[in-house]
T-cell receptor
Framework: AQSVTQPDIHITVSEGASLELRCNYS??????LFWYVQSPGQGLQLLLK????DTLVQGIKGFEAEFKRSQSSFNLRKPSVHWSDAAEYFC?????????????WGAGTKLIIKP | EPEVTQTPSHQVTQMGQEVILRCVPI?????FYWYRQILGQKVEFLVS????????KSEIFDDQFSVERPDGSNFTLKIRSTKLEDSAMYFC?????????????FGPGTRLTVT
């Protein structure tokens, strides 16, 4: 069965420092992978997605993620975080259904930014 | 930018009562979804809806749950007789098409508290 693991419940980084959020997935075929962000009081916003092709995916807000099949990972990175990046980040994999797909979610990683 | 909206943001109800959670999907979207997140747990798929009928549902979505698109704009989730374990954040989502490439856009969620 498909599953997603985000090993870090929360991560604290200093403003301006680099960031990497870990995501590991379990899926038998080629996965379709997503990163969403949820800021307080906001909905889940898509940061980026991987379907196929280039394994380094660029997203919004300066984020990128790299798909590594050998490690079953899809880690999210940002070279320099801003205070506005403080939020909860969710990794997800798409599980195909008969006529659509559902998202299988990780537990989320809360990002805390130190001034 | 168009967005999915949900009302209310927080609903408190007593066990056994019926609740209706409301969502206004993005106006030209055709596919609608409900997910929920119990506090401290992962986001879980509940149901998808297309062409005025349920297209997929999870095992969580039992006879106590129903969905409806009563008019051209609203998409509702009804829980007939709430239980304590229904306390969760409920997210509505919509997409323009079906299948992997179509992004699911999420609302900010309704926090349901059953006492």
């Amino acid at each position: 069965a498909q599953s997603v693991t985000q090993p870090d419940i929360h991560i604290t980084v200093s403003e301006g420092a680099s960031l990497e959020l870990r995501c590991n997935y379990s899926y038998g075929a080629t996965p379709y992978l997503f990163w969403y962000v949820q800021s307080p009081g906001q909905g889940l916003q898509l940061l980026l997605k991987y379907f196929s092709g280039d394994t380094l995916v660029q997203g919004i807000k300066g984020f990128e993620a790299e798909f590594k099949r050998s490690q079953s990972s899809f880690n999210l990175r940002k070279p320099s975080v801003h205070w506005s990046d403080a939020a909860e980040y969710f990794c997800a994999v798409a599980k195909p259904l008969d006529s659509n797909y559902q998202l299988i979610w990780g537990a989320g990683t809360k990002l805390i930014i130190k001034p | 930018e168009p967005e999915v909206t949900q009302t209310p943001s927080h609903q408190v109800t007593q066990m056994g009562q019926e609740v209706i959670l409301r969502c206004v999907p993005i106006s030209n979207h055709l596919y609608f979804y409900w997910y929920r997140q119990i506090l401290g747990q992962k986001v879980e798929f509940l149901v998808s809806f297309y062409n005025n009928e349920i297209s997929e549902k999870s095992e969580i979505f039992d006879d106590q749950f129903s969905v409806e698109r009563p008019d051209g704009s609203n998409f509702t989730l009804k829980i007939r007789s709430t239980k304590l374990e229904d306390s969760a954040m409920y997210f509505c989502a919509s997409s323009a098409g079906t299948g992997i490439p179509y992004e699911q856009y999420f609302g900010p969620g309704t926090r349901l508290t059953v006492t």
